[in-house]
């Protein structure tokens, strides 16, 4: 029984990593859509935050079928399975701001054209969603 849990654990760290990889996607196709004006590449960072969403919600459903199911579960798994309860919502919030940045594109007669800076935000926000979550799944505390 606990071979099965500690699987479907496993399972859970590899969706959130799928889910975190969806959202620096999401980043970075919403600010390259800025710089450049790209109109299709701005609706596919939305479409990327609809995928984003679906994610969270297929997690959130795992981490309860998980507390559900698993007869007395040790504080260190409660302390894990909450602590991703709460990062895919952090991550589904920063798809979200993405998908907002996307939809600026559409509302600009251009490109804002390149800027160093708002580039080097996207960078460095890619970056730490990258970090933070490598940081978790292998409980890295110094990445941390």
């Known amino acids: 029984m606990r071979n099965r849990f500690d699987n479907q654990l496993a399972e859970m760290n590899d969706e959130l990593i799928s889910m975190g990889a969806l959202c620096e996607n999401a980043i970075a196709s919403a600010v390259k859509a800025l710089l450049e004006g790209d109109i299709k590449l701005a609706a596919a960072a939305i479409r990327i935050d609809q ?34 309860l ?12 993405a998908s907002d940045i996307a939809e600026i594109v559409t509302y600009l007669s251009g490109a804002c054209g390149h800027n160093t ?5 996207a960078q460095a926000t890619i970056k730490m969603v990258t970090d933070s979550l490598d940081a978790f799944v292998r409980r890295d505390l110094t990445l941390a």
């Open 86 to 97: 709460k990062m895919i919502t952090d991550i589904e919030r920063i798809g979200d701001q």
């Open 51 to 84: 995928e984003i969403d679906r994610k969270e919600r297929e997690i959130e459903s795992m981490c309860l079928k998980l507390l559900l199911l698993q007869q007395q579960p040790v504080a260190s798994d409660l302390r894990l399975i909450s602590s991703v």
């Open 117 to 121: 800076h708002i580039d080097q935000m």
